[in-house]
């Protein structure tokens, strides 16, 4: 089974990341592999806990998570993150102030983490370094303000449409509960969404 899975969803590559997204000179790139640390975090564990600050960048080689915060004991999903992406909580990462935010493994996930001090070194020493932390950051903030409009502009439905067009390659890996805390609606409403479709 373990193997299938593989199959299906095989580990991301970290220097293959950066040189798709924004390629770096060979020395930079060996440097900041040289300095990164790798984890892997069981289902249910945090990779970030609310008040504590983010201190990492995340690369997920392999497996699945979340961004979410609670408030008066209800759960509000910001995003999945699966193989090949790299997300941190920016607001927390950037001022070093603890996070309002979770980041939690939704499976058996492995994670390459890049510290912020490792990170700020290579940007004052290298032009490519920091031109990749300022796409990433200008990513995360479009992403983040998509995600801000869907909210406040479109119906259920139309999220769950977005979500679908966007995220179908996760679909099967991610509980009903958790989608329908993503789009804002209780599992009922969700499970209507889904016979009417």
Do not use: W
């Not at 139309?158 to 509960?177: P, T, V």
């Amino acid at each position: 089974m373990l193997r299938i899975f593989l199959l299906l969803f095989p580990m991301a590559d970290l220097d293959q990341y950066f040189m798709e997204f924004s390629p770096l000179e060979e020395d930079v790139l060996a440097t900041l592999l040289q300095s990164t640390t790798t984890r892997i975090f069981d289902k249910g564990e945090y990779l970030l806990q609310a008040g504590n600050t983010c201190k990492y960048l995340y690369f997920i080689n392999e497996g699945l998570a979340k961004s979410f915060f609670s408030r008066e004991d209800k759960e509000f999903i910001m995003r999945f993150f699966s193989e090949g992406r790299v997300f941190s909580v920016f607001d927390s990462f950037l001022n070093r102030q603890p996070s309002k935010y979770s980041l939690m493994a939704l499976e058996r996930t492995t994670v390459t983490l890049i510290h912020a001090d490792t990170l700020e070194e290579l940007c004052k020493r290298n032009h490519s370094m920091e031109t990749f932390f300022r796409k990433l950051v200008s990513v995360a903030t479009t992403r983040m303000m998509r995600r801000i409009s869907e909210m406040l502009e479109d119906n259920a439905t139309e999220r769950y449409n977005q979500f679908i067009a966007e995220n179908n390659h996760i679909l099967q890996r991610i509980s009903l509960g958790d989608l329908a805390k993503y789009l804002g609606i209780t599992q009922q409403s969700l499970s209507r969404i889904r016979t009417t479709r």
